[in-house]
C-alpha cells in the first residue's frame, strides 16, 4: 500500500501592520523610549546631568543600538531565543570597545564620569525589547529608518534632560555660565526622576491633545463626506422622477 506523504504547512512570514509615513514617527513620539514607553530611562534619569554627559551617552547609545540591531538581523530565526540574547549581547560588547575609545578621545573626562552606565547601554531595552518585537519584522529598510527615528527620539530627550539639569544645577550650560542659580539637589538620581516626569506629563498632554484633536477632525470630515454624499444622491434622484414628467 502507498503511504500517504504528509504535507508541510507553510511558513507564514509575520509582518506587523506598518504605515511608512506614519509608523515611522513612533519613536519619535507615540513610542518614544524614555517619555512614552519608559523602558530605556535609567541612562538619562541616573547619568544624564549636565549636557555633555547628555551627548556622549546619546552618541554611545545611537553607535551601539543601531551597529548591534544591523548586525543582529542577518541573524537565523531558527536560533533558539535565548542564544539570540546572549549573541547580541556579545555583538554589543564589540561595537561598545571602538565607540567608547573614540568618545574617550572626544570627551575624555565626561566618559569617566558617566561610569557603569556606559557599558550599561550594551545592554538597553530598545535591543532586546523591540528588535523581536517590531524591528526584525519588517524590511531591512523600514527597519533601517525606524530604528533611527527610535534612537534620535532617545538622543533629543537625553540631551535635553542632560542640559535642563546641568542649568539647574549649576546654572551653566555646557560649561557656560547663563545663570545665577545652584540646586544641586537636582543632580541626584531624584532630581532625574522629578524632571522626566514633568517632561513625559507634558509630552503626553500635547499628544493626546493633538490626537484628539486629529480624530475630531477626520470626524467632522467623515460627517461632511456623508452630508455631501446624501445630498448627491438625494439629487439624483430628484432628476430620475422629474424626466419621464418632462417627457409627458
Not at 530565526?77 to 547580541?88: A, E
Not at 541626584?188 to 477632525?217: C, D, E, H, T, W
Request: glycine share 6%; aromatic share 10%; hydrophobic share 50%.
Amino acid at each position: 500500500m502507498a503511504t500517504a506523504k504528509q504535507i508541510k504547512p507553510k511558513k507564514i512570514k509575520q509582518k506587523t501592520d506598518f504605515k511608512f509615513t506614519r509608523d515611522l514617527l513612533d519613536g519619535l513620539a507615540k513610542q518614544n523610549v524614555v517619555l512614552m514607553t519608559g523602558i530605556v530611562n535609567a541612562p538619562v534619569i541616573i547619568a544624564a546631568t549636565s549636557f555633555k554627559k547628555g551627548v556622549v551617552i546619546a552618541i554611545a547609545f545611537a553607535i551601539i543600538s543601531f551597529l548591534t540591531i544591523l548586525t543582529c538581523s542577518f541573524i537565523p530565526k531558527k536560533i533558539v531565543y535565548t542564544l539570540r540574547v546572549i549573541i547580541y549581547a556579545l555583538v554589543g560588547s564589540v561595537y561598545y570597545i571602538p565607540t567608547v575609545l573614540l568618545l574617550e578621545r572626544i570627551f575624555p573626562l565626561t566618559v569617566q564620569l558617566i561610569g557603569i552606565y556606559m557599558p550599561l547601554l550594551i545592554a538597553n531595552a530598545l535591543i532586546f525589547s523591540k528588535t523581536e518585537s517590531r524591528f526584525y519584522l519588517e524590511s531591512k529598510q523600514k527597519m533601517v529608518i525606524d530604528v533611527i527615528m527610535f534612537i534620535i527620539g532617545f538622543g533629543v530627550i537625553c540631551v535635553l534632560t542632560g542640559g535642563f539639569r546641568e542649568v539647574i544645577c549649576f546654572g551653566t550650560f555646557a560649561g557656560v555660565k547663563i545663570l545665577d542659580i545652584s540646586i544641586s539637589a537636582f543632580e541626584a538620581p531624584f532630581g532625574g526622576f522629578i524632571l522626566v516626569g514633568i517632561m513625559a506629563g507634558m509630552f503626553r498632554a500635547l499628544y493626546n491633545y493633538l490626537r484628539n484633536r486629529r480624530i475630531k477632525q477626520n470626524e467632522e470630515l467623515a460627517r461632511a463626506e456623508a452630508l455631501r454624499k446624501a445630498q448627491s444622491e438625494k439629487l439624483i434622484e430628484e432628476e430620475t422622477i422629474s424626466e419621464p414628467k418632462q417627457l409627458q
